[in-house]
């Protein structure tokens, strides 16, 4: 089970009644990766309970775009996390091809302020991406278009949808992507 890895925000109450012995629940099954949230709200629990239970964090779900991003990066590093995904933009801001232009200009920013600690920056969609379009096309497209030019797109079919943006790791830490950019 090794290459499994918990999104410990779905177990969010159960932490919240005993972190340490839901951390030690997921070691006992067998889990080796967990992905936190609330950094860097949790970040001291998740220092020792990581540590305690054998468990690493190769990626986390923060709000990047609303905290301290050299907090976050910082924190990133010391609990060996490489990705940081964005979990979230409000459905309201990918309306409007402006809109959407500003989001991917502020992922890229922080792409980039995320690098020079070795982490990579990474965007969770939603189904409200997909529905809204642009001209014809879906806002997500719209907004790999809109990324850094040093970022790594490719369009591939997914099975789900063809031509769907798919992300590709890049030399620049730069990897917003469809998924989780794992």
């Not at 690493?56 to 990133?76: K, R, W």
């Not at 040093?150 to 079919?157: G, L, Q, V």
């Amino acid at each position: 089970m090794s290459e499994l890895s918990v999104q410990l925000y779905t177990l969010r109450k159960a932490l919240e009644q005993d972190f340490d012995g839901t951390l030690e629940k997921l070691a006992g099954f067998g889990f080796t990766q967990v992905e936190p949230f609330q950094l860097p709200a949790l970040g001291d629990r998740l220092r020792t309970g990581l540590r305690q239970n054998g468990l690493t964090a190769p990626t986390t779900h923060v709000g990047l775009l609303d905290g301290n991003q050299d907090e976050i990066c910082e924190l990133a590093v010391e609990l060996g996390i490489k990705t940081i995904i964005q979990p979230y933009v409000d459905p309201e801001r990918w309306q409007a091809e402006a809109d959407i232009s500003q989001i991917a200009a502020e992922l890229s920013d922080a792409a980039r302020r995320a690098a020079p600690y070795g982490v990579r920056v990474g965007y969770h969609n939603h189904h409200f991406e997909l529905e809204s379009k642009i001209s014809g096309v879906h806002a997500l497209e719209v907004f790999a278009d809109r990324l850094a030019p040093e970022s790594s797109w490719r369009s591939t079919p997914t099975g789900r949808m063809p031509g769907v943006p798919m992300c590709r790791p890049c030399s620049t830490a730069l990897a917003i992507g469809w998924s989780h950019c794992i």
